[in-house]
Each structure stands twice: as structure tokens, then as C-alpha cells.
């Protein structure tokens, strides 16, 4: 992993006087799984909203899919997949119909999005469930589904806002399962989470605190830097040194 498809350099983000990003550096691989942690208030959704295109960085310079976020916000949209903390899909319609509204949306052929989704329903064992409303499914269901559609159009980065909040331990391990089916594919996976345990299945962590990153390395680097057991340990560590 050496080709980057986040680049970030001395972002800061203001809103009036207050910091939500504090001269952020990091980088982002081609099919790498990176988590991104830090407690609430850190300012790791502001940061995603930026990455996302959806809002511009004060100064610094953002690069997504080779994209500038500060020049052309709207041509990273095309290039990425979001799944936010809060559910995505429409309760209203069923699940084929979600899955056709999100390829129109991606701007995807109506061959292919009928090729895709035959693919899907059959790849989640979905077959039951294709005419079925969204509001009628259980929770890890819907998840996985809105995962699955958030990268329906092979897209080069998909940002995971807590996406296993709420759902049961056996369903995260299934989550997870397809975090990493999809990254084999060279999809780059942003992830925020608050488990920590998840963090340990990642490629790579960063670590937020009052706006800044204060680490950034592989889980298994930090527990030797911090001398912890855990990731966890190792958050514990930085978020609350006294």
C-alpha cells in the first residue's frame, strides 16, 4: 500500500472562533482499512464532512480520490460511498427499491443496476427480502444493506460513520466480515467507531483529541508505544493522561 487516496495537510476547520480542526496531517492507501477515533466533540465528523465534500477546510489542503475538496467539493461526491451513524435508507420503500433510488443517484445504467442488485440480494441472501419495506427489517439487517448499498457503485472510498451502533455482537463480526471483503477489493475504508475492540481490526488508527491527532500508527505500534494491552488501553491513555 503505497498509492494514497487521502491526503490531508495542515487542515484546520473554524466555526467563528472555535477550532473543530486544529493543522490536521495524515494520509489515506488504496484498500486500506483506517480507523479514525477520538471522544465526542473531537472533531472527527467535521473532518469527515470536509473529506466528504460537504463542507470546505478553512485552510490547508484536502485531497480525496485526487480530488481538492477546497476547488471542486462536488466531484468528490461521485468518487465516494457514506454511510452515516444515523440510518440512511428510505423505511418507506422496500429494499429493491432503495438500492434502484441510490444507483440512479450514483448515476449508474439502469442495466447495470438491475445486474447489481441480482447480485446483491443473492450475495446477503437477500432473495426473501427484495419486495420487503426497509421499516420491516431488523436492524443488522438494514445495516449491512445500507453498508452493501454505499458501495453498490464500486466507489473509491467509502466513510463509515459508527455504522455497528445498536447492533447485536454476531452481526458486527458479520459487518466486519464485509469491511474486509470490501477492502480486498482495493475499496479504502474510513471508519469511525466507538468499540474499541473494532479498532483493533483495523489497518491503521488515528486518534483524536480536542481537534487535534495525537497518534496515528498501526494498532499493534500503539500498544507498544503506550505499553497498553488494548487499544483501548491506549485511548484511555491519551484521552485522559492524569
Not at 465534500?53 to 465516494?80: C, D, M, R, W
Not at 482495493?186 to 468499540?195: D, L
Request: hydrophobic letters at 40%.
Amino acid at each position: 500500500m503505497n498509492n494514497s487516496v487521502i491526503t490531508v495537510r495542515n487542515l484546520v476547520k473554524k466555526f467563528g472562533s472555535f477550532v473543530a480542526n486544529d493543522n490536521l496531517n495524515f494520509e489515506v492507501y488504496a484498500g486500506e482499512i483506517f480507523g479514525f477515533l477520538g471522544a465526542n466533540g473531537a472533531g472527527k465528523t467535521t473532518t469527515i464532512r470536509i473529506l466528504s465534500g460537504l463542507s470546505a477546510p478553512t485552510s490547508g489542503e484536502v485531497i480525496v480520490a485526487g480530488i481538492n475538496a477546497s476547488k471542486k467539493p462536488e466531484e468528490i461526491k461521485k468518487q465516494i460511498g457514506y454511510m452515516s451513524q444515523k440510518f440512511s435508507l428510505y423505511e418507506d420503500l422496500t429494499v429493491k427499491e432503495n438500492i434502484m433510488l441510490y444507483g440512479g443517484i450514483y448515476g449508474m445504467s439502469k442495466s447495470l443496476i438491475k445486474e447489481r442488485t441480482e447480485n446483491l440480494l443473492e450475495k446477503l441472501n437477500f432473495r426473501d427480502y427484495g419486495n420487503k419495506l426497509i421499516a420491516d427489517l431488523p436492524l443488522g439487517l438494514r445495516q449491512k444493506l445500507a453498508f452493501s448499498i454505499a458501495v453498490f457503485h464500486e466507489p473509491k472510498i467509502v466513510f463509515l460513520d459508527e455504522p455497528t451502533g445498536g447492533v447485536d455482537p454476531i452481526t458486527r463480526r458479520q459487518f466486519w466480515e464485509m469491511i474486509y471483503e470490501t477492502a480486498s477489493r482495493g475499496i479504502t475504508v474510513f471508519v469511525t467507531t466507538h468499540y474499541m475492540d473494532e479498532a483493533e481490526y483495523c489497518d491503521r488508527i488515528s486518534i483524536m483529541s480536542e481537534a487535534k491527532i495525537v497518534a496515528l500508527d498501526t494498532p499493534e505500534n500503539l500498544k507498544k508505544l503506550y505499553n497498553a494491552a488494548t487499544v483501548e488501553d491506549v485511548f484511555i491513555k491519551i484521552a485522559r493522561p492524569n
